[in-house]
């Protein structure tokens, strides 16, 4: 039997944030994973970027929150974690008062909006047409992409040089309260903490069940990923994220291919998530019809879960029905670039600690959070 003061299951990027964080503190960390990697799931299937109109304001905080870490993280993280990258939402005519309303509810200091004229639109991206932007263009220019891997691989990589373990392989057979703590069977032994962090994914109500504590109703949605060639004689390097503004689609550069999805949101029940021929399709279809593309060859494609509760905000906190049990789930389609103050909230929840100084001006209230909200309806 091994003993730490918190465990953790799932070594997506919400467990490895909160481990990293938990460990910076001092606690001793088990992160209890089931695939035989890190990230295997929707961590490891993003589109990694960091843009700080994505979500609902609840979500915005958590991202605007994650800013700092993101532009000077400590120094265990050896290598930038983003490289700048705008981003450029579009409007056929027909959506033109959809993107003005997108515009004025969306302005503010931080984000830098700014709209930009047809000509500009082309400019930015020439292979756009130019009914695909006649309804109006709007640049996002604090967008960042976020390397994954090293942002992930440093989190995991602080939880084991302050002395906490992680376990690949290691499904969850049995999950139960006692008087010495959370006993935790594993495939590989048996493990006891103090505190029990769900930190699962699309699992996550299914972590809860185990618990024999009453989960929150969370609906993992897939999301469809395909890469293809760019067009020869154009640099797409600098190009920025394109987004439809109703989300029929979004494209950026990544590496040396275009990276596109349909932007589906299609409810699954959790599992290892695989594209469909029509998603793949219906992105081709969408991209080719909003540019002078002809996609010749889908180089790859994948999808991965995105996994909502109801309200569409993250869940962060200690359920009320079972002391030590702490959720961190749901982060829909900002796990990542919410990672960082997700990690650092939850910590200071889980030790009981006020929030950092550089939270202050964020006015984030943490009930908003709070699992409880979900258990009172």
């Known amino acids: 039997m091994e ?24 606690l001793s960390v088990i ?58 939402f579009i409007a056929r005519k027909e959506k033109k008062d959809l993107l003005e309303k997108w515009f004025l509810k969306n302005q503010s200091p931080e984000l830098s909006l700014r709209k930009i004229s047809v000509e500009e639109a082309l400019e930015f991206v020439p292979i756009l047409k130019k009914e695909s932007v006649d309804g109006g263009g709007i640049i996002e220019t604090t967008g960042k992409d976020i390397h994954q891997p090293e942002l992930l691989q440093g989190f995991l990589k602080g939880v084991i040089q302050n002395g906490g373990k992680i376990y690949f392989n290691t499904p969850v057979s049995h999950i139960e309260k006692q008087q010495i703590g959370w006993r935790v069977e594993g495939a590989k032994g048996l493990y006891v903490g103090n505190v029990l962090i769900n930190a699962a994914g699309a699992w996550a109500d299914e972590v809860a069940k185990q618990a024999s504590i009453k989960p929150l109703g969370i609906v993992p949605k897939k999301r469809t990923v395909i890469t293809f060639d760019p067009p020869p004689d154009y640099s797409i390097i600098h190009w920025p994220m394109v987004i439809e503004i109703g989300e029929e689609f979004y494209f950026k550069p990544h590496h040396n291919e275009i990276l596109a999805s349909p932007a589906d949101q299609t409810p699954s029940i959790p599992c290892d998530a695989k594209p469909d021929e029509s998603d793949c399709m219906l992105a081709q279809k969408r991209i080719e019809k909003a540019t002078r593309l002809k996609i010749q060859k889908i180089n790859r494609k994948w999808a991965g879960l995105r996994s909502f509760v109801k309200d569409q905000i993250p869940v962060i906190g200690f359920d009320p029905e079972k002391a030590g049990f702490f959720w961190v789930a749901a982060l829909g389609g900002s796990g990542i670039e919410t990672s960082p103050a997700v990690g650092e909230i939850s910590s200071c929840l889980i030790t009981s600690e006020a929030l950092p100084d550089h939270y202050s001006h964020l006015n984030i209230e943490l009930e908003h959070y709070s699992p409880i909200r979900l258990k009172q309806e």
């Open 31 to 88: 992160i209890l994973e089931k695939e035989s990697s890190a990230g295997y799931h929707s961590t490891g299937r993003s589109a990694v970027f960091f843009r700080g109109s994505h979500g609902l304001p609840h979500v915005r905080i958590l991202t605007w929150a994650s800013k700092k870490f993101f532009e000077s993280p400590p120094e265990i993280f050896q290598h930038p974690l983003t490289t700048p990258r705008m981003a450029l």
């Open 3 to 26: 003993k730490a003061d918190c465990i953790i299951i799932g070594a997506g990027i919400a467990g490895a944030s909160v481990g990293f964080h938990l460990a910076q503190k001092g």
